[in-house]
């Protein structure tokens, strides 16, 4: 699973991983929602393949394989730093600590524990005060320099550290032209990962022309592997684009790959922005039968609803039904669909549950800062 480096790294300067084996193509990709069939073209992981159920986003499951190792063998370094990064993803940064800590204790070269230890400083770093931060940046780059000294073509170490480099001030050790060398490196070991670095660079930069060139350049790569799909998608789903273009490379992935609920998403999104109400339905059905615990897509179709200011009675019952299950690791939050759910009611003029919503989502997570904004606004 690919973490988003640029969120957590740049809130702290400012105060989403190696790629899983491709599932063949299908002969003929779908043209239309009703084609797609969201029946996996190959068996799914093994329980006990934590690994691959993380790069797949299944962070749940991950954990669970990754505890049952560890209670068979404490000593087991790779179930240790790959459980250090979900508990990183779940903001429980004493847990992420300890077990990163451990790992690099039980097997002192292993360049996952080095990095499993940068990623929990660096979501530490994310909500660590001013005076904090400068500490923190420098274990991000001391853990991911160990972790490149160990493995020098480790693709996550060499990511965070091209991050960390491009979006660090100058007093913290930024510095732009190494931040290129880092991503260069990533090109040369990861070509897929490495388009994709060259396209955050360029979002960054605002040059949105080299950004979609890259992003085909991606996806140019495997056509197969629908990571690259799913990013080059989301580019071109805005309207302004080329949304054609991203529909059919959304669903040409979830039919290769149905598992993979990024590509449902644009799909979600998109429909909903387009209003094509049978066309959504029927995609959301279909997301939920690829995979029952992934809700993701109900989520994303209600909150582009809500931007949009369509049909919130519509957006209420997807964020209900969104709800009725715990959210996997890493997706939207309880607190953040309450506060939309609380946004969905008050377009239907039911200003007492909208009320009630959004003041649960706060007292979930006090950080949602729109959620504050609409709650204060709700009681004046």
């Known amino acids: 699973m690919k973490l988003r480096f640029e969120m957590w790294l740049s809130m702290m300067f400012l105060a989403w991983a190696p790629a899983v084996a491709a599932a063949p193509a299908p002969a003929a990709p779908p ?34 394989a990754c505890e049952r190792r560890l209670a068979a063998e404490p000593r087991d370094a790779a179930a240790g730093a790959l459980l250090s990064r979900i508990r990183s993803e779940q903001g429980d940064w004493t847990m992420a600590m300890k077990l990163a800590t451990a ?53 996550d170490a060499l990511e965070i550290s091209s991050e960390f480099y491009r979006l660090a001030p100058g007093f ?44 085909r350049r991606a996806a140019d790569v495997r056509p197969a592997e629908g990571g690259a799909q799913v990013a080059y998608a989301t580019w071109l789903a805005q309207s302004w684009r080329d949304p054609a273009m991203a529909e059919k490379l959304a669903l040409a992935c979830v039919q290769a790959e149905p598992w993979r609920t990024g590509g449902w998403q644009v799909l979600a999104a998109l429909y909903a922005h387009q209003r094509r109400w049978s066309d959504l339905d029927t995609i959301l059905a279909r997301s939920e039968q690829a995979e029952p615990a992934h809700l993701a897509p109900w989520y994303q179709a209600a909150r582009q609803l809500i ?23 890493g997706a939207q939050s309880v607190a953040a669909a309450r506060w939309r759910l609380g946004q969905a009611l008050e377009k239907q003029g039911k200003r007492a549950e909208a009320l009630a919503e959004v003041d649960a989502a706060v007292k979930l997570d006090p950080k949602l800062g729109n959620a504050k904004k609409d709650l204060k606004r709700l009681r004046g």
């Open 31 to 64: 043209t239309s929602p009703a084609s797609v069939t969201s029946t996996p073209t190959a068996p799914p992981p093994a329980p006990e393949d934590a690994r691959t159920w993380f790069e797949r986003g299944y962070l749940r499951r991950a954990a669970a």
């Open 103 to 155: 790992a690099a204790a039980a097997d002192p070269k292993s360049a996952d524990a080095q990095y499993a230890l940068a990623e929990a400083y660096a979501r530490q770093a994310q909500q660590a005060s001013v005076l904090r931060q400068p500490g923190l940046a420098g274990k991000i780059r001391k853990a991911a320099e160990a972790a490149l000294a160990i493995d020098p073509n480790h693709v």
């Open 172 to 215: 913290m050790g930024g510095d732009k032209k190494k931040a290129a060398e880092y991503v260069e490196r990533v090109a040369r070991v990861a070509p897929v990962e490495g388009w994709l670095r060259r396209a955050s660079f360029a979002v960054g930069d605002k040059d949105t022309v080299r950004a979609m060139e890259c992003y």
């Open 307 to 329: 931007v949009d200011g369509e049909e919130p009675a519509r957006a209420e019952g997807y964020l209900r039904h969104y709800l009725s299950r715990e959210p996997e690791i």
